[in-house]
């Protein structure tokens, strides 16, 4: 995706084991990439599967149609990945 003015990039922080921080780290030393980049790369080529295992059909359908539905109210459940 171009970047514009409407669809300037943001911040996301996510947590990491150990490993897989290294690994990111090491990937972007030898190829001379900054992380981030790598990190956009693995979003953009995996969202696609998890939009299909996690979201309703019909959501689904109209994010592929480009109709974004509002974002509902931050839910009261715990992080699926626990602290």
């Not at 090491?26 to 998890?50: C, N, P, V, Y």
Request: glycine share 4%.
């Amino acid at each position: 995706m171009k970047r514009s003015a409407d669809n300037k990039l943001k911040v996301v922080a996510v947590r990491i084991y150990p490993q897989v921080k290294h690994r990111l780290r090491l990937l972007a030393e030898t190829t001379g990439r900054k992380q981030s980049f790598f990190l956009q790369q693995i979003i953009e080529r995996g969202i696609d599967a998890m939009e299909e295992t996690w979201l309703p059909p019909a959501t689904l359908a109209k994010i592929r149609r480009g109709d974004f539905p509002e974002l509902q109210q931050p839910r009261s459940t715990p992080d699926l990945f626990g602290d």
